[in-house]
């Protein structure tokens, strides 16, 4: 019995945390809520925690993944689009200058994610997704994609998992486009993955029900899209938000004014040698998609909000570590 | 140990069903699919299954439970909209007129649910529901409505669940109509609640985020819909799915497009005398959001898919019977 005990108390969760005040916080409050008795219990079906996904649970420099997925269906899909040639922003991406073609704005970008994510059956484009996230690998660091996620998120995941929560990512990414690896690579089941969407429609194709993608935008999850998706989807308020920018702003107010123990989390991307440095709470450039701001640091402070130091609080980014 | 097995043997997961090939079907089904070793073997997390509420888990009739809840809706606002008393639909729902105030079209019945839904907090409206939900009686029988869910579908629920499935609601009602009583009701919580909606929208009162429910739809998940719906909040194809009308139609292709063992059943109203008889199929009338059509009663007959004939099939359709 005692020995049991030694061995509990031994096995460290979060390995990959130094013991500083982040770790202990999430413990603390993990520990508070699901203690029997305790006035902060939470029951288990109340243990939601949400999740972004981009330069939260994986990295999102030099871009988000997603837009690479994206640039390769455009040198795919090429030869079927002569007019691509001269027509932006498929002609920058062709030639290489992926700057070029997200500089030409929301519209630019929408023209693009609409050309490559839409015009073909729900299930063609799952297969899409898993042939390109099997083999693309990231600029730098050659690794695959997968391989780039946070060994301290992913035992975050499990520990939460293991503790009665029940884990949603809840991303301003393609809801289709991270479904068909989450599962493997979270343990997030593609009913706990909520995300931006475009329409489907039903129809029949050679007598057999398909759903076509369409390209149109028909939900954006991102800022006070957060908690509409969250309640759209789950239909719950999280007792635990996770995020690293200004598009997860309203998610963590949304859970933090739930009534009872809340815990709200957001990473600083401030390890320019393992990762990545960036954003103006940093004094450093505010890059697309990525930004943490002097204001989002305020209110984090202020609010009560763990933010998380990569450089200090994370032992190490990437499982590839040695 | 043969003890053991006989008690098990003897414990029928679905007493409430007659021993006819309906009920075979179910059960077969689900051995074929939980067995170990066997080519129909699906693992647990993609033992999905779909039900319709209205007709299929709990009653539709004299009408649908969500219409009575907007009538009573009116009647609560109607003070402060002296307007009503001249406007339809609303004048001819205040009168009492239900048939009516629903025959005046689509456009007549969403401006009575827009009214009625929109222009309150999520959270504003689940107290509403709640309240509304824990003392409206049935018309006809004077029990509460969610004592009106038929007890075969309930055992069916449990005996699914008991064998690793997920159930899921996947309905033309409102999501946030059904949410809040849902799993105490049926045992399946709000994350797995598909409904049709209306917009909402994040904001902040008096310091606090709140979502506010919009007079403007959002989703129709209803026919084509459904798979729609399906796609979108759970990410995979159902393994089994359960309707009652031509609502449920695409639902029910769509399950058994999928690859593997499949399984679709609806439910025929045929029980005058302890429910209600209804539709086409039957030669009666095709009264408000319950056609069981001919065409439909042939595709069934045609697919393979199980009919539930509430007559013969079902022992007790209510709890509260004895």
């Known amino acids: 019995m005692a020995f049991t005990t030694t061995i509990a108390r031994a096995q460290d969760p979060l390995p990959s945390w130094n013991d500083f005040p982040a770790k202990q916080s999430i413990i603390t409050f993990v520990e508070k809520v699901t203690k029997p008795g305790s006035p902060h219990f939470v029951p288990v079906p109340e243990r939601i925690a949400t999740f972004d996904n981009d330069g939260t649970l994986w990295c999102e420099q030099p871009l988000p993944v997603q837009a690479f997925f994206a640039f390769d269906r455009v040198k795919t899909l ?10 932006e922003p498929f002609a920058s991406v062709l030639k290489g200058d992926y ?6 704005g929301d519209r630019a970008i929408l023209e693009l994610f609409m050309a490559t994510h839409a015009g073909m059956t729900t299930a063609e484009f799952e297969q899409i997704v898993r042939d390109w996230i099997a083999t693309a690998k990231h600029p ?26 029940k884990n949603f990512i809840v991303s301003g990414g393609g809801i289709e486009f991270m479904r068909p690896w989450a599962e493997k690579v979270y343990g997030i089941p593609p009913e706990q993955v909520v995300g931006s969407s475009i329409k489907t429609e039903f129809g029949m194709r050679d007598g057999k029900p398909v759903l076509t993608r369409l ?10 899209g957060k908690p509409v998706g969250i309640n759209q989807h789950i239909g ?14 309203e998610m963590l107010e949304y859970t933090q004014a739930g009534s009872g123990a809340r815990f709200e989390l957001l990473v600083l991307h401030d390890d320019a040698v393992r990762e990545y440095a960036y954003g ?6 505010n890059v697309t ?4 701001t002097q204001a989002l640091y305020d209110q984090a402070q202020k609010d009560g909000w763990t933010v998380v130091s990569m450089k200090n ?7 590839f570590e040695k």
């Open 215 to 224: 390209p149109e935008l028909n939900f954006n999850d991102d800022k006070g």
């Open 99 to 104: 700057k070029a073609a997200l500089g030409g």
């Open 289 to 292: 998609l990525g930004a943490f």
């Open 140 to 165: 730098k660091t050659g690794k695959l994609y997968t391989e780039m996620v946070y060994q301290p998120m992913l035992e975050l995941l499990a520990y939460l998992r293991a503790n009665g929560f």
């Open 78 to 87: 090429a030869p079927k689009h002569p007019e691509w040639k001269t027509q």
């Open 313 to 319: 609080d994370w032992k190490r980014i990437f499982a």
């Open 280 to 285: 103006p709470a940093l004094g450093l450039p």
């Open 236 to 249: 719950r308020r999280p007792i635990a938000a996770f995020g690293n920018s200004t598009g997860d702003k």
